[in-house]
């Protein structure tokens, strides 16, 4: 019993490893009267100079039924957006993007650091 245990165990974390991804992601909190905004990726996961992608996602739900069961399924799609610049990282846990382009940036939105 306690072999299957373990087994499920190990097998549960390297299910959750294949979820993990291998970028920074953050969202933006707060725009500015310039258009650059405030976003939720700080030190350690992003230095001035880096790009990053902006995305908006969309979400549905649906409802799914059979005879016995109905339930609704949420179902959300990423779409991007543009490409931004970190301009300041402020701290630990904030930093400032300004726009690359015409993007315009509003708060909600999710931006990811580009891979090197």
């Known amino acids: 019993?306690?072999?299957i245990w373990s087994i499920g165990l190990v097998t549960t974390f390297v299910l959750l490893q294949g979820?993990?991804?291998?970028?920074?992601?953050?969202?933006?909190?707060?725009?500015d009267h310039d258009g650059?905004?405030?976003?939720?990726?700080?030190?350690?996961?992003?230095?001035v100079g880096?790009?990053?992608?902006?995305f908006n996602v969309n979400c549905e739900q649906k409802m799914q039924s059979t005879v016995r069961t109905a339930r609704v399924k949420t179902v959300c799609k990423k779409t991007k957006l543009g490409d931004a610049k970190v301009v300041?990282?402020?701290d630990d846990h904030?930093?400032?993007?300004?726009?690359?382009?015409?993007?315009?940036?509003?708060?909600?939105?999710?931006?990811e650091r580009k891979a090197n």
């Open 1 to 3: 019993m306690k072999n």
């Open 94 to 111: 904030f930093s400032r993007i300004e726009p690359t382009g015409a993007l315009q940036l509003k708060a909600g939105q999710i931006v």
């Open 88 to 90: 300041e990282v402020t």
């Open 19 to 31: 979820c993990a991804h291998n970028h920074s992601s953050g969202s933006v909190l707060l725009t």
């Open 50 to 54: 880096d790009a990053v992608d902006v």
């Open 36 to 47: 650059g905004a405030h976003v939720c990726l700080g030190e350690g996961e992003v230095s």
